[in-house]
């Protein structure tokens, strides 16, 4: 994530890691006694029971804990399964008056120690068999965090980023790899030959659209949301429909309630041979179709209608077809 971060309408406090590991310590200690108490939540407005996001992980994911920080408060993060994907989506937050609502740290303030998409080694897993082994440059890698897992699990990866930690407002000066100084637009034309990683990139900033128009390979990972979410600018989606197709999506990713993000493999029309002005897309994209008029989806939203038999929340449909939208992330 870059130095101007999602749009949250605020920017994340400042915070020591002593104070940090404080509050993740209550906050741990909380929540198990909450699940300890009774393994189901139930909400008001919800047909289906919240679990910890422990019992819904894959195997993997959970052996994976030790060595993904990120994770590890997560566990005990009430979840539920998407009904509309495989997803499983993640509550930040419990009801007003709920013994445990107060320790409970929100999205922004997770984001900003780690990254704002999660990462899981199935996500892992996937991006290394898409690739096939091809190095990465990540653009835009704001804290470093996904470069550090992914060069932990043996991918070669280059992170790069316009603002350096301390200047990041976003990150709140953590770094856990080593993040080159670049603007988009070096960060490409630095490393032609491979493959191109945006991971959340800024909300209504040239950015992403800077690194994708001057890069010149063929493959794209994006872990976002599509259009009419908070990632990126029209220009950049605009870009993705005309000259890019969709190959394929991860099977499992683990999100915040209420965004829409995905890891996606994007595959350049024709090759990287095709540039600007050849072979406009024609076909539609499922990821990017969803963009055109998505309402950003909230926790009040997605209340409205009945949950599938076993899905975990009420059902909302993929796409909604209204101009209205969140202004937070």
């Given amino acids: 994530m870059s130095s101007m971060g999602p749009s949250t309408g605020h920017r994340a406090e400042a915070a020591t890691p002593s104070s940090l590991i404080e509050r993740l310590v209550t906050l741990s ?17 919800w047909d289906h029971p919240f679990r910890a996001l422990g019992d819904l992980l894959p195997e993997q994911d959970l052996d994976y804990c030790a060595d993904n920080p990120q994770m590890v408060p997560l566990l005990w993060y009430p979840a539920l399964r998407a009904a509309d994907s495989a997803a499983i989506d993640l509550l930040d937050h419990l ?42 440059v990540e653009v835009g890698a704001g804290s470093g965090y996904w470069a550090r897992q992914m060069s932990r699990a043996g991918m070669d990866v280059v992170a790069t980023d316009a603002a350096g930690a301390t200047a990041n407002a976003f990150t709140r000066g953590f770094q856990y790899a080593d993040v080159r100084l670049m603007s ?13 990683m945006l991971v959340w990139p800024p909300h ?18 994006y872990v976002g949301e599509p259009r009419g979410g908070l990632c990126a600018d029209d220009a950049f989606f605009d870009e993705l429909r005309r000259h890019w197709r969709l190959e394929a999506v991860s099977p499992v990713n683990v999100r ?19 540039r600007k002005g050849h072979r406009p897309r024609e076909a539609g994209d499922p990821f990017a179709e969803c963009d ?3 309402t950003h989806r909230n926790t009040a939203r997605t209340r409205a209608g009945a949950g599938a038999a076993g899905s975990g929340r009420p059902r909302s449909p993929a796409c909604t077809r209204s101009t209205s939208r969140s202004g937070r992330a």
């Fill in 184 to 196: 988009a637009t070096e960060a490409v034309r630095a490393h032609p030959d491979r493959t191109l």
């Fill in 204 to 221: 209504r900033d040239p950015m992403a659209i800077a690194a994708l128009s001057e890069y010149a390979g063929d493959t794209l990972i």
């Fill in 29 to 45: 200690a909380d929540l198990r006694n909450l699940w300890a108490a009774d393994p189901l939540l139930y909400f008001p407005g």
């Fill in 95 to 136: 009801p007003s008056g709920h013994p445990a609502a107060p320790s409970m740290l929100r999205r922004s303030e997770l984001s900003a120690v780690y990254s704002w998409a999660i990462v899981t080694r199935s996500a892992l897993r996937w991006i290394g068999e898409v690739t096939d082994g091809v190095p990465l």
């Fill in 256 to 274: 915040w309630l209420g965004h829409n993000d995905r890891i996606a493999l994007y595959r350049r029309h024709g090759g990287p041979e095709t």
């Fill in 292 to 294: 055109r008029s998505i």
